[in-house]
T-cell receptor, first 109, second 117 residues
Framework: AQRVTQPEKLLSVFKGAPVELKCNYS??????LFWYVQYSRQRLQLLLRHISRESIKGFTADLNKGETSFHLKKPFAQEEDSAMYYCALQGGGSEKLVFGKGTKLTVNP | GAVVSQHPSRVICKSGTSVKIECRSLDFQATTMFWYRQFPKQSLMLMAT?????????EQGVEKDKFLINHASLTLSTLTVTSAHPEDSSFYIC?????????????FGPGTRLTVL
């Protein structure tokens, strides 16, 4: 079964501090992993996907198959990063996404 | 580019009535559309996957006779909640894929808040 776990419901950091949002997955094959972000009163939007190996808005995420993790990191958090972050998995050639429960990040001034 | 709209954004209805929610891809042809349900402070749960011109594939536990999905064109999918009851009150979100460059990237609509009285 495919499963995505985000252990932290809430995460609060100060502006300029490093931030790491954890994501672990359970999948027997080779997954595609995504981070989606939802800013207040806005729709869900793609932040990054592991296959692109991009850095978006200063965020990066590395797929660690040994630890089955895809943690999202940013070295210096900004207030505008405050949002809900969802980790999602896609596997088995299917387009279906399985979402984690999300982590609400608050960056305090 | 890759904009998905939903209509209505908010709907309140009486128990026993049916409600239709539209999902449109505005600037691309969506080969696949997805319907999700999100309960307060919880994650998105996939309800069904629909491909243009074919029957939707429902996830386990989702009643296909209650949640009717039609994907009649490459830019429009509809979700009809039939004989709605208060427990159907939720936030319904659609997404669409098929926008070219990243063919399997899903682009999300803004969601529809359904309240059944």
């Amino acid at each position: 079964a495919q499963r995505v776990t985000q252990p932290e419901k809430l995460l609060s950091v100060f502006k300029g501090a490093p931030v790491e949002l954890k994501c672990n997955y359970s999948y027997s094959g080779s997954p595609e992993l995504f981070w989606y972000v939802q800013y207040s009163r806005q729709r869900l939007q793609l932040l990054l996907r592991h296959i692109s190996r991009e850095s978006i808005k200063g965020f990066t995420a590395d797929l660690n198959k040994g630890e089955t993790s895809f943690h999202l990191k940013k070295p210096f958090a900004q207030e505008e990063d405050s949002a809900m972050y969802y980790c999602a998995l896609q596997g088995g050639g299917s387009e279906k996404l399985v979402f984690g429960k999300g982590t609400k990040l608050t960056v305090n001034p | 580019g890759a904009v998905v709209s939903q209509h209505p954004s908010r709907v309140i209805c009486k128990s026993g009535t049916s409600v239709k929610i539209e999902c449109r891809s505005l600037d691309f042809q969506a080969t696949t559309m997805f319907w999700y349900r999100q309960f307060p402070k919880q994650s998105l749960m996939l309800m069904a996957t629909s491909n243009e011109g074919s029957k939707a594939t429902y996830e386990q536990g989702v009643e296909k006779d209650k949640f009717l999905i039609n994907h009649a064109s490459l830019t429009l999918s509809t979700l009809t909640v039939t004989s709605a009851h208060p427990e159907d009150s939720s936030f319904y979100i659609c997404s669409a894929s098929g926008a070219g460059g990243l063919a399997d990237t899903q682009y999300f609509g803004p969601g529809t808040r359904l309240t059944v009285l």
